[in-house]
């Protein structure tokens, strides 16, 4: 009897200490977020403070970009049929015309740099189409 009745203490003493621990763990965890809201709290006033604070800037910059719009302006075609009727086309062709050189050393073989024909890449490309 005795046995059981100092058993039943200690588990009594047990769900006490559990209950205790437990408790203990609500009230940090109750805390945290409590100074966690504060915290957060802090932080949103401060933001607010310092967005007040710079809204004249930002009046200001609004103000400046207000009179551009977002769609940069193309070239003008009246320009540009002005500005073709008065210039040139630049020549893009690439030439491979034989030198004197190759000449004398391959003779009258007909070949260029790679042994090709010796007309220019504008000619070749005549003779294809």
């Excluded at 769900?15 to 109750?30: A, G, P, T």
């Excluded at 070239?75 to 500005?83: K, M, V």
Aim: include cysteine; proline fraction near 4%; charged fraction near 30%.
């Amino acid at each position: 009897m005795i046995y059981n009745d100092s058993a039943a203490i200690a588990s009594c003493h047990r769900r006490q200490l559990r209950h205790l621990f437990e408790s203990k763990i609500r009230q940090q965890m109750v805390g945290r977020r409590h100074r966690k809201r504060q915290l957060t709290r802090l932080i949103l006033k401060r933001s607010r403070k310092r967005f007040k604070d710079s809204r004249p800037v930002l009046q200001q910059l609004l103000g400046l970009t207000s009179g551009l719009n977002g769609v940069s302006p193309g070239p003008d075609e009246d320009e540009d049929n002005e500005n073709s009727a008065t210039t040139e086309p630049e020549d893009l062709t690439m030439s491979f015309r034989k030198d004197s050189k190759i000449d004398d050393q391959h003779g009258e073989s007909g070949g260029s740099l790679g042994g090709g024909p010796s007309w220019s890449y504008e000619e070749q490309f005549k003779q294809d189409t």
